[in-house]
């Protein structure tokens, strides 16, 4: 090692290290008894899984950092578009003409948690098929009952498609 330059890869730094001094016994060494390499492997397995879990884990918490970014720009894009009063807009993206628009569909649901007092049940029963069933059995729930308890939720929806004004 005259060059303090010199580089060595991790393997031969390894084999640098790992001097073996003879000893007079015919006794095999310690290091060379099934058990120790067994250990030894096992130990190199173990700080390979740890370092591949540890690279995993900051891919997640990335990945999360990223996707909480991206919900940011979208609610940022929301409030603007909401400001101006506008549910679509059509702007350049990256590759092509982008329709950015907010719809608010309407789906029929059941107010679960209203039902479930109605019946003096939880709301946790009435989220099982047997319960709902026996219910029905013994005419507690009927077609009037679950129309009463519908409603009509609307939410919020915003989306981003390439724009082909042939399709208008």
């Given at each position: 090692?005259?060059?303090?330059?010199e580089e060595?890869?991790?393997?031969?730094?390894n084999?640098?290290?790992?001097?073996?001094?003879?000893?007079?016994?015919?006794?095999?060494?310690?290091?060379?008894?099934?058990?120790?390499?067994?250990?030894?492997?096992?130990?190199?397995?173990?700080?390979?899984?740890?370092?591949?879990?540890?690279?995993?884990?900051?891919?997640?918490?990335?990945?999360?950092?990223?996707?909480?970014?991206?919900?940011?720009?979208?609610?940022?894009?929301?409030?603007?578009?909401?400001?101006?009063?506008?549910?679509?807009?059509?702007?350049?993206?990256?590759?092509?003409?982008?329709?950015?628009?907010?719809?608010?569909?309407?789906?029929e649901?059941?107010?679960k948690?209203?039902?479930?007092?109605?019946?003096g049940?939880?709301?946790?029963?009435?989220?099982?098929?047997?319960?709902?069933?026996s219910?029905?059995?013994?005419?507690?729930?009927?077609t009037?009952?679950?129309?009463?308890?519908?409603?009509?939720?609307?939410?919020?929806?915003?989306?981003?498609?390439?724009?082909?004004?042939d399709?208008?």
């Amino acid at each position: 090692m005259t060059n303090s330059n010199e580089e060595y890869d991790l393997n031969e730094l390894n084999a640098m290290l790992d001097v073996n001094i003879e000893d007079n016994d015919n006794e095999p060494k310690e290091e060379d008894k099934p058990e120790s390499k067994s250990n030894k492997q096992m130990s190199e397995f173990q700080k390979t899984l740890e370092l591949l879990y540890s690279e995993l884990e900051k891919a997640k918490a990335e990945s999360k950092e990223k996707q909480l970014h991206a919900k940011e720009l979208k609610d940022e894009i929301i409030n603007m578009m909401n400001d101006k009063g506008l549910d679509e807009v059509i702007i350049n993206g990256l590759d092509s003409v982008v329709l950015l628009s907010i719809t608010y569909p309407e789906k029929e649901a059941l107010d679960k948690k209203s039902l479930a007092q109605a019946l003096g049940i939880s709301q946790k029963d009435l989220s099982k098929p047997e319960v709902i069933i026996s219910l029905t059995k013994e005419g507690k729930i009927t077609t009037d009952m679950i129309d009463k308890f519908t409603i009509i939720e609307e939410r919020m929806q915003f989306s981003a498609q390439d724009y082909n004004p042939d399709e208008d």
